[in-house]
């Protein structure tokens, strides 16, 4: 198989916390593909979001990537300086946030900033990278460019504020997309077209795209394959039918049991039991097992490997499945 265009093997990170350093993240393996959408789903809190800074070398002053291997078409990230791997930010990969604020300079024109990474990155002068950005808004959807070039972030609507975002991502071309939940803050019409215009993205430009969310109703219309994260810990990963027909894992039978079902009148929403344990709480065995109603002895001693299952391509970590009954 030729190498994925995001391969991450076996990645660790850290966060301290006082005086002390707790894994946040523990030896993460996936891949994303050329022109392939992997959507990350899990809690609040269990490691989506952390997974991405740690691909973007955007991880907080007090984390840290301590093991593991993150290769972007071949090449290893983590060995490169922090000033190559910042300019492979604007080139190679692009990040779109859920509250595009967050990205956005408030103090220039969004013009300014869509060519800003234009001259930069792609050598392009003025008037062609005005052009091309104007170009990009339209891409986007947004029907007249030359009065938004010339507006701040603050004149604009969220939804309007996360489509300049994406087409300033979109003007750099990059190979890999990471979209940490662009559409959480969006109303369901707008969140739509903007699910509609990634899918496009993928398509027209041989990128592939990361995509972290907790709504599983985005993951079934957009996702290729899905990666389900618990405590820090990847616990299945599959094609998207696959996944959602066949969940393997207790906690992603969960997840999927909260989704409400509107074709179903008697359908009764289930909330998975218990909360989300925090990185400072030390779970020996399976981090799940506090919550998981079939839990047994080994799995309060010992971290279940990963096992074939259901499919080709789907896996899950889970003692059930590996001769644990
Ligand atoms: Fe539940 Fe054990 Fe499977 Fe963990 S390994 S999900 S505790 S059955």
């Not at 990059?174 to 109303?187: C, R, S, V």
């Not at 506090?290 to 002895?297: E, L, T, Y």
Request: net charge positive; glycine share 10%.
């Amino acid at each position: 198989m030729d190498e994925a265009l995001l391969q991450i093997k076996d990645l660790q990170t850290v966060f301290r916390v006082g005086k002390q350093e707790y894994t946040v993240l523990h030896k993460l393996s996936f891949h994303v593909g050329k022109r392939e959408t992997v959507c990350m789903v899990g809690e609040s809190g269990c490691g989506k979001s952390v997974t991405t800074l740690a691909v973007m070398d955007l991880l907080p002053r007090n984390g840290r990537v301590t093991g593991g291997s993150i290769r972007l078409n071949g090449q290893e990230l983590t060995a490169l300086s922090r000033r190559d791997r910042g300019s492979l930010r604007g080139k190679k990969m692009g990040m779109v946030f859920q509250e595009p604020m967050t990205a956005l300079n408030p103090l220039l024109t969004v013009g300014r900033q869509l060519t800003e990474g234009l001259l930069l990155h792609r050598g392009m002068d003025k008037a062609a990278a005005f052009q091309y950005a104007r170009e990009c808004l339209e891409t986007v959807g947004i029907s007249n460019p030359d009065e938004r070039m010339r507006q701040f972030p603050f004149q604009m609507s969220g939804g309007l504020r996360q489509r300049v975002m994406i087409a300033m991502v979109l003007a750099v071309q990059p190979e890999l997309f990471i979209a940490d939940e662009p559409t959480t803050a969006l109303d369901v019409t707008i969140q739509k077209q903007v699910l509609v215009l990634l899918s496009r993205l993928k398509k027209n430009m041989d990128a592939g795209i990361l995509f972290i969310t907790h709504d599983l109703g985005v993951v079934a219309e957009i996702a290729d394959r899905v990666v389900v994260l618990y405590a820090g810990y990847k616990v299945e990963e599959g094609p998207v039918q696959e996944l959602f027909q066949n969940p393997r894992h207790p906690y992603t039978r969960g997840l999927l049991s909260c989704v409400p079902n509107i074709d179903d009148d008697a359908a009764v929403i289930r909330a998975i039991p218990g909360i989300l344990p925090n990185i400072t709480e030390d779970i020996p065995g399976c981090r799940f097992h506090p919550r998981c109603q079939h839990a047994m002895d080994r799995c309060r001693k010992a971290v279940p490997g990963e096992f074939p299952c259901g499919g080709p391509g789907h896996y899950v970590s889970c003692f059930l499945e590996g001769g644990g009954r």
